[in-house]
């Protein structure tokens, strides 16, 4: 008799700022999810939907067995043209985006959501900060009835991740990014509570990474920077994945006194 096939992993949906961010920050989770069976998704706050960036983001999900791009269409904070006419992620109302982004995560019902952590990730950019704190109170909005009625019936993801990097992650980054001017972010040891290797996604990771045609072509871009290493080097710094769980939403049970 055959062996009973492994049942599928959570389904997934990964909430970030710009392209990519998912295969950069979730890549082997997004792919370790997909060869499991399990629905993999990915929200993109930034660019429009008829860009080249979009376009490659496209590319990526396709390695990465993810489902077509969901873009909300603001514009980066630092390129208007990413998105001209709309305004820029860190301008829009923050109700607007977490209403966008209740809409998304109805329609996909995930069992888990991934979003940046609260620095904005390393670099602490501002439209990781935004789609951050959005993100946040989306998951936990998106389970009230009441809240945006219009957008589907109430959904309650299982639990939120916060992609991170800790202390003792950057090592070998830290003074990479240091050379184009960027800002190290990092988060205590004890905040991270899954470490995942992804050594047996590496190669989808990775060519999701290039498949960012523009930005690996782009020195300061962090794709960039790992496309000029030696390979050794950049596995080394993307064979792991780091991620801080946060509950989702209130835990059922009894009633119990507030104590500090």
């Known amino acids: 008799m055959p062996a009973p096939h492994p049942s599928p992993r959570p389904s ?96 996909t019902r995930p069992d888990v959501v991934i979003t940046h952590d609260a620095y904005g990730q390393m670099t602490g950019h501002p439209d990781h900060l935004r789609t951050h704190r959005a993100t946040v109170i989306a998951v936990h909005a998106a389970g009230l009835e009441h809240h945006c009625p219009d957008a589907g019936a109430p959904w309650r993801p299982k639990a939120l991740y916060l992609a991170t990097h800790p202390h003792s992650s950057v090592g070998e980054l830290a003074p990479l990014l240091a050379r184009v001017g960027k800002q190290e972010l990092s988060v205590p040891d004890d905040f991270v509570t899954a470490a995942v290797d992804v050594n047996a996604w590496l190669d989808q990771k990775w060519n999701a990474i290039l498949a960012h045609r523009s930005e690996a072509a782009r020195e300061r871009s962090l794709p960039g920077i790992l496309a000029r290493l030696p390979a050794p080097a950049t596995e080394r710094i993307i064979s792991t994945e780091y991620f801080t769980r946060l509950e989702a939403g209130p835990t059922p049970g009894a009633l119990q006194e507030l104590t500090v």
Not at 15 to 29: I, M, N, R, T, Y
Not at 92 to 106: G, S
Request: aromatic share 4%; hydrophobic share 45%; charged share 25%.
């Open 12 to 107: 997934l949906l990964g909430v970030f700022a710009h392209p990519d961010d998912e295969s950069l920050l979730a890549g082997g989770v997004l792919a370790q999810h997909a060869a499991s069976g399990a629905r993999t998704g990915v929200v993109t706050a930034t660019w429009a939907p008829d860009t080249h960036r979009a376009a490659e983001l496209a590319d990526a999900l396709e390695i990465l067995g993810s489902e077509p791009p969901r873009m909300l269409g603001f514009a980066d904070a630092r390129i208007p043209e990413s998105a001209p006419a709309r305004p820029r992620l860190c301008d829009a109302p923050i109700d607007t985006v977490v209403d966008q982004l209740v809409r998304h995560i109805r329609e």
